[in-house]
């Protein structure tokens, strides 16, 4: 129950240092125009987004690597000889590296020469390859975190070498999952800061208290940045953020080893990915005709007639509720 209270605690100050500190960032991102770029394609209402400032995700992350930092800097800096505890490293490191794509991604489409556009997915995407291979071999053979659990059973799966491929290809499609999810005001940080809650619960079902208060910090600090996020918003999210935030949360389902419900308890963000695979195969299938209206699936439920808060209050519902559900499925 301590370390209940301790981890909501803890999100209660991540929430007031990112608030406190928005304020001054949003004046930085405005000076320096760094605004969202709409795409033509997208639907005609969305031009209102047009120079909302962007690559919001850098004020989730410092409030996040200081408060992290300064509660585990004993055992941060070798004064402990907790391993465990030196492990929350690896979920920082991999946020910090996601971000950096992300914030270049952001850049290049804002005052490079791909303006509108960003990175190429190609080049985009092999960073994300590298950067996830990496971590699922720390994961694997640093760290020694068991490879699957699944609910009801006991005991835990190995999987030797192919934990790596699949813990990398879990990491990437969560990076890009939670990227296709941010496109309407607030509906990217609801979503996965409830699913980092659920998963603050598994780790602390587990006995992993320094990944619970990571998760929790996470949680606080994403509350903080929907405070200029919810519509009409004042702030984007950006590549900066959405790559971080869904990378880190595939790093910590990982962690805890209940990465199998991960479409569970992030089905939002998996529906979203999903929805975008089909409507590319179904394209090339049928030769130009689409299964959606528009892809990923938060737009064809506008084109539906949804208002952009209908939209996002609907999925948090559903994205909750199941969050619910796999964390009492983890808990069995």
């Known amino acids: 129950m301590k370390q209940v209270a301790l981890a909501l605690s803890l999100a209660g100050l991540?929430?007031?240092?990112?608030?406190?500190?928005?304020?001054p960032l949003l004046r930085i991102l405005r000076h320096f125009k760094i605004g969202k770029i709409i795409r033509v394609e997208e639907p005609a209402h969305h031009s209102i987004k047009m120079g909302t400032p962007t690559m919001g995700?850098?004020?989730?992350?410092?409030?996040?690597?200081?408060?992290?930092?300064?509660?585990?800097?004993v055992t941060l800096i070798g004064a402990s000889q907790s391993g465990v505890g030196r492990s929350i490293l690896v979920p920082i490191i991999v946020m910090v590296g996601y971000a950096v794509l992300g914030a270049a991604d952001d850049w290049e489409g804002i005052r490079g020469k791909r303006r509108g556009e960003g990175m190429r997915a190609r080049t985009k995407f092999l960073f994300q390859v590298i950067l996830?291979?990496?971590?699922?071999?720390?994961?694997?053979?640093?760290?020694?975190?068991?490879?699957?659990?699944?609910?009801?059973?006991?005991?835990?799966?190995?999987?030797?070498?192919?934990?790596?491929?699949?813990?990398?290809?879990?990491?990437?499609?969560?990076?890009?999952?939670?990227?296709?999810t941010d496109g309407l005001d607030g509906l990217a940080g609801l979503i996965a800061a409830t699913a980092f809650a659920g998963y603050g619960l598994i780790a602390l079902n587990q006995h992993q208290v320094y990944l619970a208060r990571f998760c929790f910090i996470l949680v606080g600090a994403?509350?903080?940045?929907?405070w200029?996020?919810?519509?009409?918003?004042?702030?984007?999210?950006?590549?900066?953020?959405?790559?971080?935030?869904?990378?880190?949360?595939?790093?910590?389902?990982?962690?805890?080893?209940?990465?199998?419900?991960?479409?569970?308890?992030?089905?939002?963000?998996f529906s979203e990915?999903?929805?975008?695979?089909?409507?590319?195969?179904?394209?090339?299938?049928?030769?130009g005709k689409r299964f959606f209206k528009m892809a990923p699936v938060h737009l064809h439920f506008e084109l539906l007639g949804w208002s952009e808060t209908q939209v996002v209050q609907r999925f948090w519902l559903i994205g909750l509720l199941a969050a619910m559900v796999g964390v009492g499925l983890a808990l069995v």
Request: charge should be neutral; avoid cysteine.
């Open 14 to 23: 991540a929430f007031m240092m990112t608030v406190i500190w928005g304020g």
């Open 57 to 73: 995700g850098v004020m989730v992350i410092l409030p996040v690597i200081l408060l992290t930092g300064l509660l585990n800097a």
């Open 132 to 180: 996830a291979l990496g971590t699922a071999f720390v994961l694997k053979f640093m760290l020694g975190i068991p490879d699957m659990f699944l609910p009801t059973i006991k005991g835990y799966f190995d999987l030797g070498w192919w934990y790596i491929p699949i813990a990398a290809f879990i990491i990437v499609s969560m990076s890009n999952a939670v990227n296709f």
């Open 222 to 226: 994403m509350f903080g940045f929907l």
């Open 228 to 269: 200029f996020n919810v519509h009409p918003a004042e702030l984007i999210m950006g590549d900066t953020g959405s790559l971080a935030f869904g990378s880190t949360l595939a790093v910590v389902a990982l962690m805890t080893s209940q990465w199998i419900l991960l479409p569970i308890i992030a089905i939002i963000p």
């Open 273 to 287: 990915i999903i929805s975008v695979v089909i409507q590319i195969v179904y394209f090339r299938m049928t030769k």
